[in-house]
């Protein structure tokens, strides 16, 4: 198997520091921050270790080439854009850390509260000032004002656990290092045993996907396959998310219904869900068909899945089999 070494990688991160530890709201007079405000920033710039990354292909039907031919332009595998989000995934590692993933798949943790800030987005739905949606998401509020949430955090998104109260977790997003007070109900704690070896990253703007495995120091890359991804087509379909996600659960078969009904429309196979409905699947099948279709000829083309991230079947399957739910990470960026 031919190895390709990529070259080093330097980034900046990003870190901001907020205070507070209760669960009453403080009502001394000061005004809440801004949401969009960093207090304070210290950049570091603290990464001169070498990122290698090297193909070692588990799963190697369907390959796509580093740079390949589309239509009359050419896609590619944006490797600067991975290196950045590896460094970035072992510099939060350096440090022991608890991690949680914040949680409210088809609002079974209860519908959250009203934002400060809100209005209706294209779906006619309730979103925050970020274009957060009401519908599965997590209320965030500020560590000095726990009656009203500021914004709404998405499903399956990982952060930084810090400390317990009665009825609040405070956390930090792994992004900027701002902090939340977010009800418990909301918020799963994974073990400290974890360490984040394995990532799925999905690019949007070329509809491909690649899997990589830590091993020792290196990163391997395991496949390298096209992907489909979400439409914006309100009211029913959805782009997928950028941002970075944990794989919560997997189902065999993952059954949709014909949009704007309850009459089942099929099957997705081997769908690992890692945020709201968004699913890494394969190839649909309607019904009434039962029998599984390997590949479409619309994968790596244009978006047009209902924010999930369609793939051949067989790739699909090889992520089920080898990404462990509270263990994979799954970066969409574009």
Not at 113 to 123: C, G
Not at 179 to 197: A, G, H, L, R, S
Not at 198 to 219: C, H, P, S
Not at 256 to 278: I, Q
Request: hydrophobic content about 35%; overall charge neutral; glycine content about 6%.
């Amino acid at each position: 198997m031919k190895k390709t070494a990529i070259l080093p990688v330097f980034c900046l991160i990003l870190l901001s520091f907020c205070t507070g530890k209760t669960d009453k709201p403080i009502t001394d007079g000061q005004p809440a921050p801004d949401s969009a405000t960093v207090e304070v920033t210290e950049i570091i710039d603290t990464v001169p270790k070498e990122i290698i990354i090297e193909k070692e292909l588990l799963y190697d039907q369907h390959t796509l080439e580093d740079t390949y031919p589309y239509k009359d332009t050419t896609r590619e595998f944006q490797w600067e854009k991975i290196k950045e989000r590896l460094t970035w995934l072992e510099s939060i590692q350096k440090e022991p850390a608890t991690w949680s993933i914040l949680q409210n798949y088809r609002n079974k943790n209860g519908e959250a509260p009203l934002v400060k800030n809100y209005h209706r987005d294209s779906y006619r739905r309730i979103a925050d000032s970020l274009g957060v949606e009401r519908f599965q998401g997590i209320p965030l509020y500020l560590t000095t004002d726990t009656t009203v949430p500021e914004l709404y955090g998405r499903d399956g998104a990982l952060v930084k656990h810090l400390e317990d109260y009665t009825n609040f977790t405070r956390v930090a997003s792994v992004h900027t290092g701002k902090e939340w007070m977010i009800p418990k109900k909301y918020i799963q704690t994974i073990p400290d045993t974890i360490v984040f070896k394995k990532a799925v990253f999905v690019d949007t703007r070329n509809q491909n996907i690649t899997t990589l495995e830590q091993e020792g120091d290196k990163w391997l890359v395991r496949s390298m396959n096209p992907a489909t991804t979400g439409l914006h087509r309100p009211p029913y379909a959805q782009e997928t998310p950028p941002g970075v996600y944990i794989i919560q659960e997997k189902k065999p078969r993952m059954i949709y219904l014909v949009d704007g009904t309850t009459e089942t429309g099929g099957f997705a196979p081997y769908a690992s869900r890692f945020t709201n409905g968004g699913y890494i699947h394969g190839v649909p099948v309607n019904a009434p068909r039962k029998s599984l279709i390997e590949y479409s000829s619309t994968l790596g083309t244009t978006p047009r899945s209902h924010m999930c991230v369609r793939n051949a079947t067989s790739h699909a399957k090889f992520i089920y089999d080898w990404a462990p739910v509270y263990e994979t990470l799954v970066f969409v960026f574009d």
